[in-house]
């Protein structure tokens, strides 16, 4: 079945300490992004990639960091630069064709926790 | 910068009654989305309806309709015959005219379905 999987579902790190989230795609999407929720915020944009080695800086990209290498993958390295990184992440794409729609797939979501 | 205010931190709704949920929103934009999304507890978060703000006539999916109220910047949503498994956290959001996708999504109420 064509989704979004996203790992680890949960991951604890020490303060200091980069962490990657994984966020896969077999839907053939060419946009993917990623935000962040965190209770009572809703959801904030951190980094978006329209297209294969092209990402921009979303509204919260301070202390993280993002590839894409491949069409299907759109890692985010959370770093120590991150002053808060407790946080729910959530990771998204959109079909081809359908980039002014607002119409985004989730995937289920990784909760990082910093000790 | 557009911003959107959901006031319902939590609501609740007797199993097959009718509940709304309210959404407000601020931006200088003529053209415009807004959406309602769904996210069930520890599942994906699904688009539930879209309303483009030039169509004067309320979307409309099954059980879902909103009431968008442009001069007011207004857009709630009726749930109709309330369903347990509608439970879950609602978000509000907005996106300008062919901005990618880049939404900006309200706080979200959390709306429980008690049989």
Redesign the interface.
């Known amino acids: 079945d064509g989704g979004?999987t996203q790992s680890p579902k949960y991951l604890f790190r020490k303060e200091g300490q980069n962490v990657t989230l994984s966020c896969e795609q077999n839907l053939n999407h060419d946009?993917m992004?990623w935000?962040r929720q965190d209770p009572?915020?809703?959801?904030?944009?951190i980094y978006?990639s329209?297209i294969v080695n092209d990402f921009q800086k979303?509204d919260i990209a301070e202390g993280y960091s993002v590839s894409r290498e491949k069409k299907e993958s759109f890692p985010l390295t959370v770093t120590s630069a991150q002053k808060n990184p407790t946080a729910f992440y959530?990771c998204a794409s959109?079909a081809p064709g359908?980039?002014?729609?607002?119409?985004?797939f989730?995937?289920?979501g990784s909760r990082l926790t910093v000790l | 910068a557009q911003t959107v205010t959901q006031s319902q931190p939590e609501m609740s709704v007797q199993e097959a009654e009718t509940v709304t949920l309210s959404c407000t929103y601020d931006t200088s934009e003529n053209n415009y989305y807004l959406f309602w999304y769904k996210q069930p507890p520890s599942r994906q978060m699904i688009l539930v309806i879209r309303q483009e703000a030039y169509k004067q006539q309320n979307a409309t999916e099954n059980r879902f309709s909103v009431n968008f109220q442009k001069a007011a910047k207004s857009f709630s949503l009726k749930i109709s015959d309330s369903q347990l498994g509608d439970t879950a956290m609602y978000f509000c959001a907005f996106m300008k005219q062919y901005d990618g996708n880049k939404l900006v999504f309200g706080a979200g109420t959390i709306l429980r379905v008690k049989s």
């Open positions: 979004i946009a992004y935000y009572g915020q809703g959801l904030r944009l978006y329209q979303g959530l959109t359908r980039i002014s729609t607002g119409e985004l989730f995937g289920e």
